[in-house]
């Protein structure tokens, strides 16, 4: 079964920095991958997904995106945070079967 | 558009006994189902799913029930016990779908 990895775990970062978070996938090729973003006391919001390199679906206009340079690597990036991207990131991964898996995410706080 | 919705924020139930989840969906393209459990500060966890093909299928303490001309499904814990406190989103995916449509969530707190 597939494993998803991704760090930090947690990250404090001022408004206006640049943020990058890596996810890396094992145990499976060829995986879908995605982001979600979970705010405070809220549901899950897809971000972004791929389904091979350096193809990327966004789901929301925001001040983030992502990229997907090797086949297990997907990563989401911003050039200049705002307080509002702050919250809890997920990334997952779905093979042949109809399951995502979950990382263990990355609690983001800009300050 | 809400095309998955739980419709209870929240859910408390004693120790032992049953707890059910609701879940309802809008889109008949949905073909396949999903419940995953979330810890605070984890990643939600695949707890079960069941094919547009079934109506009932079951794991354990879990069973997840689908009624199709509804639109609605259901998640059944039996006996509840209080490690199971946690959130729990239904999802849904279309057929040859990429990508899965998640409910807001149930809060689940099992009382000793």
């Known amino acids: 079964s597939q494993t998803i990895h991704q760090w930090p775990a947690t990250l404090v970062q001022p408004v206006g920095s640049p943020l990058s978070l890596e996810c890396t996938v094992e145990?499976?090729?060829?995986?879908?991958l995605y982001w979600y973003r979970q705010a405070a006391g809220r549901g899950l919001q897809l971000l972004f997904y791929?389904?091979?390199?350096?193809?990327i679906s966004s789901e929301v206009p925001q001040n983030l995106s992502a990229s997907r340079p090797q086949d297990r690597q997907f990563i989401l990036s911003s050039k200049k945070l705002l307080l509002s991207d702050s919250g809890f990131y997920l990334c997952?991964?779905?093979?042949?079967?109809?399951?995502?898996?979950f990382g263990p995410g990355t609690r983001l706080t800009v300050t | 558009d809400q095309q998955v919705k739980q419709n209870s924020p929240s859910l408390s139930v004693q120790e032992g006994r049953i707890s059910i989840l609701n879940c309802d969906y809008t889109n008949s393209m949905f073909d396949y189902f999903l419940w995953y459990k979330k810890y605070p500060a984890e990643g939600p966890t695949f707890l079960i799913s069941?094919?547009?093909?079934?109506d009932k299928n079951e794991d354990g303490r879990f069973t997840v029930f689908l009624n199709k001309s509804a639109k609605h499904l259901s998640l059944h814990i039996v006996p509840s016990q209080p490690g199971d406190s946690a959130v729990y989103f239904c999802a849904a995916l279309e057929a040859a779908g990429n990508k899965l449509t998640f409910g807001g969530g149930t809060r689940v707190l099992v009382k000793p």
């Open positions: 791929s389904v091979g390199i350096g193809q």
């Open positions: 145990g499976t090729s060829n995986p879908n």
């Open positions: 997952a991964g779905r093979d042949v079967s109809y399951e995502q898996y």
């Open positions: 069941i094919s547009s093909i079934k």
